[in-house]
């Protein structure tokens, strides 16, 4: 008999490792499966980050290190705020962590107690609602849609809220979706977390460097709500780094000390190696970030252009990161013979096993008439997989 605790029940899988293993394990039975489903690049790490990395070793950074990171990781960290973001943030006030998704987890369990409500934008990052469930809060969703470019307006937010609420998540550019906010929309937000004395906003910032229209905005830049907001980020998306694992925030004295605390209790310091790679990444010494935006953007642009010749297909041209989130209701309550497509989940397991392709459907986003594509991915593989799709859906009927 199981004897598991209530909140580990609560929790769900993540759907994009879950869509992940299953696309490996038709691999490994040899089917030739094309995974769009994970948020990995498919670049290899830079040479100077390995080179770092080697020297660390040869180096004997091999014990264990300050729970918060390494000083001259969090002093490189705290110019890159200062220098990119226009951020000013101490050592103390950055703690590094086991990648972005542990320092979101970090901040919600910190500042989070049962019954406290969390805005979330939908569609969201699968990990967010979860991690609110896990620390006992109540995820309070608030729609965006695709004819919006899928971001929500001020006033929407404003409804939202209440003297529960502690927190709002924000995310640009955005995953799933990969839209980008403007300033003055940023800033519109912002007031309304202004007017709100209590509540504080994530600003989950990881595909900052991944952006082809506009331009990327902290939300910390704001100077009015400077002091009630988290910034997270991550060396994952920009430098190739995502086995690495190590992520950042900035925030508030006060939080980033409760979270060193958590840290410390949970999982120490983060892997001493890894930090000395992440302090050479974001130093900078060659062209691989902008070469990689630019495969991303030329990759946006075929992809996009062979959705839309899909019948039923609706999308936006994202903005950044690297992925397009299609509506996909036209095929919703069709049949392909053994069975309904009755939600997007249900379509995203129908192009996995019938054109074996992997996507992730919205529902776990949510967003459930969509799907998220990933297009990491080579040209080629892209033009096949759309292919393999555009085949599978005309045979639903």
């Given at each position: 008999?199981?004897?598991?605790?209530?909140?580990?029940?609560?929790?769900?899988?993540?759907?994009?490792?879950?869509?992940?293993?299953?696309?490996?394990?038709?691999?490994?039975?040899?089917?030739?499966?094309?995974?769009?489903?994970?948020?990995?690049?498919?670049?290899?790490?830079?040479?100077?980050?390995?080179?770092?990395?080697?020297?660390?070793?040869?180096?004997?950074?091999?014990?264990?290190?300050?729970?918060?990171?390494?000083?001259?990781?969090?002093?490189?960290?705290?110019?890159?705020?200062?220098?990119?973001?226009?951020?000013?943030?101490?050592?103390?006030?950055?703690?590094?962590?086991?990648?972005?998704?542990?320092?979101?987890?970090?901040?919600?369990?910190?500042?989070?107690?049962?019954?406290?409500?969390?805005?979330?934008?939908?569609?969201?990052?699968?990990?967010?609602?979860?991690?609110?469930?896990?620390?006992?809060?109540?995820?309070?969703?608030?729609?965006?849609?695709?004819?919006?470019?899928?971001?929500?307006?001020?006033?929407?937010?404003?409804?939202?809220?209440?003297?529960?609420?502690?927190?709002?998540?924000?995310?640009?550019?955005?995953?799933?979706?990969?839209?980008?906010?403007?300033?003055?929309?940023?800033?519109?937000?912002?007031?309304?977390?202004?007017?709100?004395?209590?509540?504080?906003?994530?600003?989950?910032?990881?595909?900052?460097?991944?952006?082809?229209?506009?331009?990327?905005?902290?939300?910390?830049?704001?100077?009015?709500?400077?002091?009630?907001?988290?910034?997270?980020?991550?060396?994952?998306?920009?430098?190739?780094?995502?086995?690495?694992?190590?992520?950042?925030?900035?925030?508030?004295?006060?939080?980033?000390?409760?979270?060193?605390?958590?840290?410390?209790?949970?999982?120490?310091?983060?892997?001493?190696?890894?930090?000395?790679?992440?302090?050479?990444?974001?130093?900078?010494?060659?062209?691989?970030?902008?070469?990689?935006?630019?495969?991303?953007?030329?990759?946006?642009?075929?992809?996009?252009?062979?959705?839309?010749?899909?019948?039923?297909?609706?999308?936006?041209?994202?903005?950044?990161?690297f992925y397009v989130m299609p509506d996909i209701s036209y095929y919703l309550g069709l049949s392909h013979g053994t069975g309904t497509i009755a939600s997007a989940d249900d379509?995203?397991?129908?192009?996995?096993?019938?054109?074996?392709?992997?996507?992730?459907?919205?529902?776990?986003?949510?967003?459930?008439?969509?799907?998220?594509?990933?297009?990491?991915?080579?040209?080629?593989?892209?033009?096949?997989?759309?292919?393999?799709?555009?085949?599978?859906?005309?045979?639903?009927?």
């Open positions: 008999m199981e004897y598991l605790s209530d909140r580990i029940k609560l929790l769900s899988v993540s759907q994009t490792l879950a869509m992940a293993q299953k696309s490996r394990e038709l691999k490994e039975s040899g089917i030739d499966v094309i995974s769009l489903s994970l948020g990995e690049p498919d670049f290899n790490t830079p040479e100077y980050v390995k080179e770092a990395a080697k020297k660390a070793i040869d180096d004997n950074f091999s014990k264990y290190p300050p729970v918060p990171g390494y000083n001259d990781l969090r002093d490189v960290i705290a110019r890159k705020f200062r220098e990119e973001n226009g951020i000013n943030y101490s050592r103390e006030q950055i703690i590094v962590s086991a990648g972005a998704k542990h320092s979101l987890i970090n901040v919600i369990m910190s500042i989070i107690n049962p019954g406290d409500e969390v805005i979330l934008l939908a569609p969201y990052w699968v990990s967010y609602y979860d991690q609110i469930i896990f620390a006992g809060g109540k995820p309070v969703v608030v729609e965006a849609l695709l004819q919006n470019d899928f971001k929500v307006c001020p006033e929407q937010i404003e409804k939202a809220i209440t003297g529960r609420t502690r927190l709002i998540i924000f995310n640009s550019p955005s995953n799933p979706t990969g839209m980008v906010y403007t300033r003055d929309e940023m800033e519109q937000i912002a007031r309304v977390v202004e007017r709100h004395e209590g509540v504080f906003i994530i600003s989950d910032e990881i595909y900052e460097h991944i952006i082809y229209e506009g331009e990327h905005v902290s939300m910390a830049s704001f100077s009015f709500i400077y002091d009630r907001v988290i910034t997270v980020n991550g060396v994952s998306k920009a430098f190739a780094m995502t086995g690495w694992r190590i992520g950042y925030m900035g925030a508030p004295l006060w939080i980033s000390k409760a979270c060193n605390k958590l840290q410390g209790q949970f999982t120490s310091g983060v892997c001493s190696i890894a930090q000395k790679a992440a302090c050479a990444a974001l130093e900078g010494k060659d062209e691989s970030v902008r070469i990689m935006r630019d495969a991303f953007l030329r990759r946006r642009d075929l992809i996009c252009g062979l959705l839309k010749e899909i019948k039923g297909l609706k999308l936006r041209i994202p903005q950044g990161a379509l995203a397991m129908y192009l996995l096993e019938k054109a074996h392709v992997a996507v992730v459907g919205g529902d776990t986003f949510g967003a459930p008439e969509c799907i998220r594509i990933s297009y990491a991915n080579s040209d080629e593989l892209l033009i096949e997989a759309v292919k393999r799709i555009g085949a599978a859906l005309e045979k639903l009927h």
